[in-house]
């Protein structure tokens, strides 16, 4: 596939293990497994998703259950095997490897795989193979960011992914998430904020706050949070004594214990998300990323509804409106960032005009001085959140790196130069439409 090879800039840093060397990766991809030249680099042992031999991972489409047998199908075939490309490790995001494919290592796949994943994201990442990305400008981009902010406050980065549908923002942010585990961050990942809204989870009124309380919503996120930073958390202490609920937690307690209490019982999940948010906010030995896909699900009105059937507003309910709270910055991480990303996957929960308009985007219907808007909506919107732009289109060589990924995974048969231009044409480099013009392709010669 030499016109792929072509458009690359330069070889990437092979990755396969932390302590990596610089080599350079000869790819080709014309119907065999892709061959890797002499790197250098000794693998871990155990810890890559390629491993042949006992053990080794078949791709779903490979065996079937029947009648309590397993049968082969007729479209088997093995995982592609992409142990050569670079992982995704925070010293492998660097200049060098921009427009590079790379893969996701286990232990941080298994942390995303945790915390959920978007479903397009989920089915893409989880056949195939290894879950492969592509390292885009953009992810360096935003990994600056938040390398920048793991010092100061979250109040300082409070950060939106905007850009048009396909554009990439959700990966992108998956990316983010991936480098803050790997940089031992302590990471709350929520895939899916509109189903914090659509009355799927309980809730109950509490006449002392004058809120409704999430208490299943706030139980889940506290058991994903202790289930994938166990080694963060234990470094976080109590700086004074704590009561959740009348659990008492003495001064220098581990906060990990205060998490457990609330990921263990329901009834003290709302009070535990909030105390745990708020030693969070007074500590600074390890920084902390907040980041929420669909987070414009908390600009818009819920499907939740009061006792008299008024729907209710996310600032209403208790986790949603803690985590508002973080986003505008009147509640605050001692250390880290706040990362959100607008989608339009979801149609039963589209973007505002409101959140658009408070951030100076174009919105989908005119916005006038007479246009009326929830007035709280308005100001959370207008409380400082940076849009970042996820250009529309990758350059040459990202989707370059996203072809390759596709055609040695077997999505894209026909690994012809005019398949490849072609989508790169037509698409104007949007990654998903380059994705469905592949797939096209593909059907089209099978």
Request: proline share 5%; charged share 15%; glycine share 10%.
């Amino acid at each position: 596939m030499s016109g792929l090879i072509s458009l690359r800039a330069a070889a990437p840093i092979a990755s396969g293990s932390r302590a990596f060397s610089v080599s350079a990766v000869v790819a080709k991809v014309k119907g065999e497994k892709a061959k890797k030249a002499a790197t250098g680099v000794r693998k871990k042992q155990g810890t890559g998703f390629g491993a042949k031999g006992k053990g080794a991972a078949r791709g779903p489409a490979a065996l079937i259950k029947a009648g309590g047998l397993t049968l082969r199908t007729t479209m088997a075939q093995e995982p592609a095997d992409l142990s050569d490309l670079v992982q995704l490790y925070p010293e492998a995001l660097v200049p060098l490897n921009a427009g590079a494919a790379a893969t996701f290592p286990r232990a941080t796949y298994e942390h995303l795989k945790a915390f959920g994943l978007p479903k397009r994201i989920a089915g893409e990442l989880g056949t195939g193979g290894l879950p492969a990305s592509v390292i885009r400008q953009a992810t360096l981009d935003l990994v600056g960011s938040l390398n920048a902010a793991k010092r100061a406050s979250s109040a300082d980065t409070r950060l939106l992914l905007t850009g048009p549908r396909g554009a990439g923002k959700s990966m992108l942010m998956l990316q983010a998430v991936a480098y803050a585990i790997e940089a031992g961050w302590i990471v709350l990942y929520a895939p899916q904020a509109s189903k914090w809204l659509d009355s799927s989870l309980q809730y109950q009124y509490d006449a002392d706050s004058k809120s409704f309380h999430q208490t299943e919503l706030s139980q889940g996120l506290l058991a994903k949070l202790a289930a994938v930073n166990k080694a963060a958390l234990a470094k976080v202490t109590l700086p004074e004594a704590l009561s959740v609920g009348g659990e008492e937690f003495a001064a220098g307690a581990k906060l990990a214990d205060v998490v457990a209490l609330g990921a263990k019982e329901q009834r003290l999940a709302v009070p535990a998300f909030a105390a745990v948010v708020d030693v969070l906010s007074k500590q600074t030995a390890v920084p902390v990323l907040l980041a929420v896909d669909e987070m414009h699900a908390l600009f818009r009105t819920s499907e939740y509804r009061a006792p008299d059937y008024t729907r209710l507003e996310p600032y209403h309910l208790s986790a949603s409106a803690l985590v508002l709270d973080l986003f505008t910055g009147r509640k605050a991480f001692g250390a880290g960032a706040v990362l959100g990303a607008l989608s339009s996957s979801n149609t039963q929960c589209p973007v505002s005009d409101t959140l658009l308009h408070a951030l100076g985007l174009p919105t989908t219907h005119p916005v006038h001085p007479y246009t009326a808007h929830d007035e709280v909506h308005l100001a959370n919107a207008s409380s400082g959140i940076k849009p970042v732009e996820v250009p529309l289109g990758m350059t040459g060589a990202e989707a370059a790196a996203m072809f390759e990924v596709w055609t040695r995974k077997g999505w894209a048969t026909n690994s012809a130069d005019d398949v490849f231009l072609g989508a790169l044409n037509a698409s104007a480099g949007n990654p998903g439409e380059m994705a469905r013009g592949w797939l096209n392709s593909h059907q089209a010669h099978v």
